[in-house]
């Protein structure tokens, strides 16, 4: 039971933070952090993804991939630093290009949330239809249609893959263990 005999007392305690006037720290990135990646910005909003891969149609082959951040912004990922600062030295005239380092907040926060998915962009390899057509034909149940030829041509090419693949290891192998090049 409350009595009217205490005292009315009112404190006010004053907040820890100061919420209306929240600023967020702004994201750090140096340029070591993420090389391979850059800002592009200031193009129209109207732009979609095969826009952006025709301005930078040059690095396709070496590897280049697009990652949105909003309307008018993306970031562009290379596969090496190198090509990276290939691209930031080129001038296009639909699009402005900068390093990560000088990004947005949103660029900056964008790669730091996703910065598995950054890694450089890669080369897909050469593959074959030989083994999902002999899975479906085998699961079907009927023959195939392919010549004997073929299929010898095909199985030729999948045995040459195998054996530039396994040189190429044993190459980083030689490269790593400080094997002499010249005696391969």
């Not at 005292?7 to 070591?32: A, G, H, T």
């Not at 826009?51 to 090496?80: E, N």
Request: proline share 4%; hydrophobic share 35%; glycine share 4%.
């Amino acid at each position: 039971m409350l009595s009217g005999n205490m005292k009315n007392r009112k404190s006010i305690q004053e907040p820890r933070f100061d919420y209306y006037n929240n600023e967020v720290p702004d994201i750090d990135l140096s340029d070591c952090e993420f090389p391979h990646v850059i800002e592009i910005y200031d193009f129209p909003q109207e732009f979609r993804t095969e826009d952006l891969l025709r301005v930078f149609c040059s690095y396709q082959k070496k590897g280049f991939d697009i990652k949105w951040v909003d309307d008018t912004h993306a970031l562009g990922v290379f596969s090496s630093p190198i090509t990276a600062r290939d691209a930031l030295g080129s001038k296009h005239t639909m699009v402005k290009i900068r390093p990560l380092s000088q990004a947005t907040r949103a660029a900056k926060a964008k790669a730091r949330a996703y910065a598995e998915f950054l890694q450089p962009a890669k080369e897909r390899p050469e593959t074959s239809a030989a083994l999902a057509r002999r899975l479906v034909i085998s699961a079907l149940g009927v023959r195939s249609k392919q010549s004997k030829t073929e299929r010898e041509a095909e199985l030729k090419k999948l045995q040459e893959a195998r054996e530039r693949k396994r040189l190429e290891a044993k190459q980083r192998e030689d490269i790593w263990e400080g094997r002499d090049q010249s005696a391969v």
